[in-house]
C-alpha cells in the first residue's frame, strides 16, 4: 500500500520505469520478420506462445507468452490492459476491467478481521496440460488480478498477498505472529486456513516439517513462539496446555482420544464461551518435541480420502485449541512478601483452524461416502458463509446464524466476538478452477469487513493470592518467635553484662590500689636513683682525675717510643745503603773475578806452551800461594747457593714439561685410535652396504630375465622384493605389524664407540635422518649390549615403517623390530637404570 503511494507521486518517466521493471524488463515486442514460423498457442492465449517459465520467489506477475505484453499500470489508476501487443482489439470493444478495494488497506483497527491470500504452485496435472495463469500478484501493494480471460479481469486488496513460493517463514510473520502475540498478552486468537480442496491449506497450517525445518506449518510455529517467550520471561510463570478436534460429517471427535466419537457443543452464559461436554483429551505441553509427538499421534485418526483433485483430501475440519495461562506471582517467599499488590492471571486461547476445502462434485469425481463428506463439508462452509453475510450487511446483522452448524459454534468468538482473528485463503494458479478462485477470493472479501471487539482476559490469581498471604504469614509468624527469641536472649546478655561491669569495677577498684603502691615504689625508686647518681658523680671526677695523669704518661711513652722508631728508620736506610754499596762491590768482585780467571787461565795456556817447548830441559816448579779475599769467598758461596735454587726450578719446569707431553701424547693416541676404529667400522659398513648393492642389483637382473639358479635364489628374492616396494606392487611379503618404537641391531660397535659425547652425535644424526619421513619423538641408545642396539620412538606408525624401509633399503645387513608400548616402556625404564648406575 505504501509503495502505490509513493508510485503515484512519481513523474511519468519513473512510472514507465516501474512498468518494465515489473514486467522484467522486457520492452515492447518487435513485430516478428514476415514468413517466419509461428509457436505452438496455449490453450486460452490469443496469439503465438510458448510454455511459461517459472518465476523466482516472490514474483509480482505470472510470466506471460512472447505473444502478449505485460500489463502495465498507470500511476495511481490501479487497472492494467490486457491487449496483446502486436494485435488490436475490434473497434469499439474495451477490455471489462473491476476493482475491489478491501477495507484492510485503511482500517488501523486491531479487532478487524485480517485476511491473507496465498497462491499455490503449478500442480503436476496443470503443468502437463500447460493451464493458463488466473491469477497474479503484487506482493509489494498487496494487490491480484483474477483473470477470466484476456478481456475480462478484477483486481482485489488484502491485508498480505503471497506468491506460489513465498515461505512459510514469511507467512507465518506476516499472519500468525500478531495473533500469537495477542494470545501471550491475554486476549483470544484465531488463525483459519479457507480455499479450495489441494491450494496447500494444510500445508500452511499443519506442516510439521519432519524432513524439511523450512516448511513446518503455522501450528508448529506458534507453539515454538509460546516456549521461546515463555523461556525469556523471567517474572511470569507459563502453562500451556492443547486439545485436537476434528469436525467430521457434523461430529466433534477428539484425534487424542479415538473413543471420544461424539463431543456436545455447549455455551457458558456468563461469559459466552464455548464448553464441549465430555471434555476433550487436554495435554500439558512439556516442549516442542512433546508437542510434534502429539499431533504426529493426531494426524493418524484424521479422516482423509483420495480424489481427482487431492491425493490427500482433508475431509474434516482440523481444530487445534492452546491455551496460554500465565501467572505473575512471585517465584520465591522474599518477593512474594515483599510485593503489594495481588497476582494477576491471564488467560489467552489460541485456535488454529485447518478447514475442509470446498469441493464440487464434477471437479473432483467423489461418489459413496466420499460424496456424503463432501456434502457435510460444503453445509458448514455454507454456514459459516452466511454468518459472515450477516455480519457484514448492517441489514442483518440482528440476527446472525450460528447455531445452523458446529463449526460456526466452534469459531462464534473469531467472527463477530472478542477473538483476533487472521484469515489465509488459499488459491490455485490455474484459469481452469476461475469459479472456486473467485468464491474464495470473494469470501476473503467479505471477512476483511468483520471487526470484532477484543477483549483481555486477566483475572486475579486467587490461588496465588491465597499462596502468598500464607507466605507471609508463615514469614511473619516465624519473626515473632524470632523475636521472642531474641528477647530472652537479650535478658540474658543484659544478665551477662551486669555482671560483667560490676566485675570491671572491682578490677579497675584493684587497678587503682595497685597504682598507688606502685607510685610510692617509683618515688622510693627515684630517691635512691637520686643518691647513687651523686655518689657516681663523685666517683666519676676522682677517675678523671687520674685518667687524665695516666693519660699524660702514656702520651710521654708514645712520644718516646716515636722517636726510637725515627731512629730505627734512620738505621733501616743507612742498612739499605750499604746494602747497595755491598751489591756493587760484589759485582765488581765478581768482575775481577772473572778477570782473573781469563788471566789465570791464559797463562796456564801459555805455561803448557813453554812446558811443552822445555819438556827436555830440567823443570823448576815454583808454587804460588795466593791467599783468598774472605769477602769474595762469600760471595761465590752466595752466588753458587742461588746457581742451585735456580737449577732446582729448572730441574721441576723440566719434569712439569715432560709430564705434559707424556700426558698430550696418550690423548692424541687414544683419539686417533678411536677415529681409527671407527673409520674402520664405517668402511666395512660402506663395504656391506655396497655388497648389499651389489647382490640387489644381480637379484633385480636375474628376475628381470626370470633365471631360477640355485646360487642365485636368495639375491632373486631379494631384487623381486627391492623391485615389489619400488613398484608399489600388491602382495608383498608382510613384516611384523609395525607400530610406532623401532628397534635396531647392528647399527655400531659398542667397543670402539661409547662416550657420552659420541652417543649424542649418533642421537642428533637419527633425528636429522629419520625426520624426512616424519616427527622423531625420543631416540635412545643401548652402549651396553654388543649388538649396537638404537631404541627410536616415531609420531605414528605410518613414519615408523616408512623410515625402516628406507633405512633397510640402505644399509642392508641391519636388523629392525617393531616393539609394543609396554616393550618400549620397559627398555626405556632400563636404559634410564643403567644412566643412573653408571
Known amino acids: 500500500q505504501r509503495v502505490g503511494e509513493i508510485q503515484k507521486t512519481l513523474p511519468s518517466t519513473m512510472s514507465e520505469f516501474l512498468s518494465k521493471l515489473a514486467d522484467g524488463g522486457k520492452g515492447p515486442k518487435k513485430p516478428s520478420a514476415p514468413g517466419a514460423p509461428k509457436m505452438p498457442t496455449r490453450p486460452g492465449s490469443a496469439g503465438p506462445s510458448k510454455p511459461s517459465m517459472p ?82 500478484t503484487e506482493q509489494e501493494t498487496s494487490k491480484i488480478t483474477l483473470k477470466r480471460n484476456q ?89 500451556v496446555t492443547a486439545s485436537y478436534l476434528q469436525l467430521y460429517m457434523e461430529t466433534v ?5 479415538p473413543k471420544n466419537q461424539d463431543i456436545n457443543i455447549q455455551e457458558d452464559r456468563a461469559t459466552g464461551e464455548v464448553l464441549l461436554e465430555p471434555k476433550p483429551m487436554t495435554h500439558k505441553l512439556k516442549d516442542l518435541q512433546h508437542f510434534v509427538g502429539l499431533m504426529q499421534e493426531g494426524e493418524k485418526h484424521r479422516t482423509v480420502a483420495n480424489h481427482k483433485l487431492n ?144 477483549r483481555k482476559r486477566e483475572l486475579i490469581d486467587y490461588k496465588g493470592l491465597c499462596k502468598q498471604q500464607q507466605q507471609q504469614v508463615d514469614l511473619l509468624t516465624a519473626a515473632l518467635e524470632n523475636s521472642e527469641l531474641d528477647k530472652e536472649e537479650a535478658q540474658q546478655n543484659s544478665a551477662a553484662l551486669q555482671a560483667m561491669l560490676d566485675k570491671e569495677s572491682e578490677i579497675e577498684r584493684k587497678a587503682a590500689e595497685e597504682m598507688e603502691k606502685l607510685r610510692k615504689q617509683i618515688e622510693e625508686k627515684q630517691k635512691e636513683m637520686e643518691m647513687e647518681k651523686h655518689k657516681h658523680d663523685l666517683e666519676m671526677s676522682s677517675t678523671k682525675a687520674g685518667m687524665a695523669g695516666q693519660m699524660e704518661a702514656l702520651q710521654k711513652q708514645i712520644e718516646e717510643q716515636l722517636e726510637v722508631a725515627a731512629q730505627d728508620r734512620e738505621n733501616l736506610q743507612e742498612y739499605e745503603k750499604k746494602a747497595m754499596e755491598a751489591q756493587e762491590q760484589a759485582k765488581e768482585a765478581e768482575e775481577r773475578a772473572q778477570n782473573l780467571q781469563e788471566k789465570t787461565s791464559s797463562l796456564e795456556d801459555q805455561k803448557k806452551s813453554e812446558a811443552e817447548k822445555k819438556s827436555a830441559e830440567p823443570v823448576t816448579v815454583i808454587k804460588y800461594v795466593k791467599e783468598k779475599d774472605p769477602q769474595a769467598v762469600l760471595r761465590e ?62 637379484g633385480c637382473k636375474a628376475a628381470l630375465s626370470n633365471q631360477q639358479n640355485v646360487q642365485t635364489d636368495k639375491n632373486t628374492k631379494l631384487g623381486r622384493t627391492f623391485l615389489d616396494k619400488v613398484l608399489g606392487r600388491k602382495n608383498m611379503p608382510a613384516e611384523s605389524q609395525p607400530t610406532k618404537w623401532v628397534r635396531l641391531s647392528g647399527m655400531f660397535n659398542p667397543v670402539a664407540e661409547s662416550s657420552p659425547k659420541w652417543v649424542e652425535e649418533v642421537k642428533a644424526d637419527v633425528c636429522s635422518s629419520c625426520s624426512i619421513f616424519g616427527s622423531v619423538e625420543d631416540v635412545k641408545v643401548d652402549t651396553q649390549n654388543s649388538k649396537g642396539l638404537i631404541y627410536i620412538q616415531f609420531g605414528n606408525q605410518k613414519t615408523a615403517h616408512r623410515a625402516v624401509i628406507a633405512i633397510k633399503g640402505h644399509l642392508g645387513d641391519i636388523q629392525y623390530e617393531f616393539l609394543p608400548e609396554t616393550q618400549w616402556a620397559e627398555c626405556v625404564q632400563k636404559l634410564t637404570l643403567q644412566r643412573v648406575q653408571k
Not at 65 to 75: F, I, L, V, Y
Not at 253 to 257: F, P, Y
Not at 649 to 670: R, S, V
Open 637 to 698: 758461596k752466595k752466588l753458587e747457593n742461588v746457581l742451585m735454587i735456580l737449577q732446582r726450578e729448572l730441574i721441576d719446569l723440566k719434569g712439569k714439561i715432560d709430564d705434559m707431553e707424556a700426558k698430550h701424547k696418550e690423548e692424541l693416541t687414544t683419539c686417533h685410535q678411536s677415529w681409527q676404529n671407527r673409520l674402520i667400522y664405517e668402511l666395512k659398513t660402506k663395504d656391506k652396504q655396497i655388497e648389499h648393492l651389489q647382490k640387489t642389483v644381480e
Open 55 to 136: 518465476t523466482k520467489p516472490g514474483s509480482s506477475a505470472r510470466p506471460a507468452s512472447p505473444g502478449a505484453a505485460r500489463p502495465a499500470t498507470p500511476t495511481g489508476s490501479g487497472r492494467s490492459s490486457m491487449a496483446p501487443a502486436g494485435r488490436k482489439l475490434a473497434e469499439g470493444v474495451k477490455p471489462r476491467q473491476s476493482i475491489h478495494e478491501g477495507s484492510g488497506s485503511s482500517s488501523g483497527n486491531p479487532g478487524r478481521v485480517r485476511v491473507a491470500l496465498r497462491v499455490r504452485p503449478m500442480n503436476k496435472e496443470e503443468t502437463e496440460t500447460q493451464a493458463a495463469y488466473g491469477v497474479e
Open 151 to 239: 478481456w475480462d479481469e478484477d483486481h482485489f486488496t488484502f491485508d498480505a498477498v503471497f506468491a506460489e513460493h513465498a515461505s512459510q517463514q514469511r507467512v507465518y510473520e506476516a499472519v500468525a505472529e500478531p495473533i500469537v502475540e495477542s494470545v501471550l498478552k491475554g486476549f483470544n486468537g484465531t488463525v483459519m486456513a479457507y480455499g479450495q480442496t489441494g491450494t496447500g491449506k494444510t500445508h500452511t497450517l499443519g506442516n510439521l516439517g519432519l524432513n524439511d525445518v523450512s516448511s513446518q506449518g503455522i501450528m508448529l510455529r506458534s507453539v515454538a513462539a509460546i516456549f521461546d517467550a515463555a523461556a525469556n520471561d523471567e517474572e511470569g510463570t507459563y502453562t
Open 253 to 257: 471427535q477428539d484425534l487424542w482420544d
Open 311 to 454: 491425493a490427500h483430501s482433508s475431509r474434516s475440519h482440523a481444530v487445534l485449541m492452546v491455551t496460554v495461562q500465565r501467572s505473575d506471582a512471585p517465584k520465591d517467599a522474599v518477593r512474594a512478601t515483599s510485593s503489594l499488590s495481588a497476582p494477576t492471571l491471564q488467560r489467552g486461547k489460541l485456535l488454529l483452524v485447518d478447514l475442509a476445502g470446498s469441493e464440487r462434485q464434477k471437479s473432483t469425481g467423489a461418489s459413496g461416502q466420499v460424496l456424503e463428506e463432501s456434502k457435510f463439508i460444503n453445509l458448514s462452509l455454507t454456514s459459516l458463509g452466511k454468518c459472515i453475510n450477516c455480519l457484514v450487511d448492517p441489514s442483518q446483522a440482528s440476527h446472525v446464524p450460528y447455531r445452523e452448524s458446529k463449526l460456526t459454534r466452534l469459531v462464534k468468538d473469531s467472527f463477530g466476538g472478542t477473538a483476533r482473528t487472521s484469515l489465509v485463503v488459499t488459491v490455485g494458479p490455474a484459469v481452469t478452477y476461475y469459479n472456486e478462485t473467485s468464491n474464495t477470493i470473494k469470501f476473503g472479501q467479505r471477512a476483511i469487513k468483520i471487526e470484532n471487539s477484543l
